[in-house]
T-cell receptor, first 109, second 112 residues
Framework: GQNIDQPTEMTATEGAIVQINCTYQ??????LFWYQQHAGEAPTFLSY??LDGLEEKGRFSSFLSRSKGYSYLLLKELQMKDSASYLC??????????WGAGTKLIIKP | IAGITQAPTSQILAAGRRMTLRCTQD?????MYWYRQDLGLGLRLIHY???????GKGEVPDGYSVSRANTDDFPLTLASAVPSQTSVYFC???????????FGEGSRLTVL
């Protein structure tokens, strides 16, 4: 079966750095996505990786290793507004997205 | 309209009733999707449409139907609601390039 694993919850301190991991087992691979979802709101797109390596976008970076079935989202200089759930999703061989359950990130002052 | 609009925002429904969740986009995207989101589970695809006039079944299609008469509208119908369909429903569109999805604000449905 297809599976996306990510931690259920993480806690970090304002101003610090946090890394959210995602491991996947899917039928084929056509890209990995990270979305941010604030409580009670819709998910919004953060990043897309299709090749191995690091993609940097401001305070957020996303890394992919296809051979290991592994990705992480790195958030730097954490702000209180970064408190949200972070969803990892993989596009499979049928170009359908398989979603992880999300990681709830709690930022403390 | 800006982006994707869903209606209603929330609804409480008696079991056995018929319900249609509306989704309208003005982004002119070909692909549209309906997901449900339940606590502790990832987003699960109910139905999708790659272009007007075509639809397909996702991971959890039973009890739901969709239509795609034109590019902008993609309604989701529950023919006879059951309590297990209590969930938050998200409509989304996709560009087909990177595959980035744009989500509506969600419809919170409670079936009693």
């Amino acid at each position: 079966g297809q599976n996306i694993d990510q931690p259920t919850e993480m806690t970090a301190t304002e101003g610090a750095i946090v890394q959210i991991n995602c491991t996947y087992q899917t039928s084929g691979f056509n890209g990995l996505f990270w979305y941010q979802q604030h409580a009670g709101e819709a998910p919004t797109f953060l990043s897309y990786n299709v090749l191995d390596g690091l993609e940097e976008k401001g305070r957020f970076s996303s890394f992919l290793s296809r051979s290991k079935g592994y990705s992480y989202l790195l958030l730097k200089e954490l702000q209180m507004k970064d408190s949200a759930s972070y969803l990892c999703a993989v596009r499979d061989s049928n170009y359908q997205l398989i979603w992880g359950a999300g990681t709830k990130l709690i930022i403390k002052p | 309209i800006a982006g994707i609009t869903q209606a209603p925002t929330s609804q409480i429904l008696a079991a056995g009733r018929r319900m249609t969740l509306r989704c309208t986009q003005d982004m002119r995207h070909n692909a549209m999707y309906w997901y449900r989101q339940d606590l502790g589970l990832g987003l699960r695809l109910i139905h999708y449409s790659n272009t007007a006039g075509t639809t397909g079944k996702g991971e959890v299609p039973d009890g739901y139907s969709v239509s795609r008469a034109n590019t902008d509208d993609f309604p989701l119908t529950l023919a006879s609601a059951v309590p297990s369909q209590t969930s938050v429903y998200f409509c989304a569109t996709g560009t087909g390039d990177t595959g980035e999805l744009f989500f509506g604000e969600g419809s919170r449905l409670t079936v009693l």
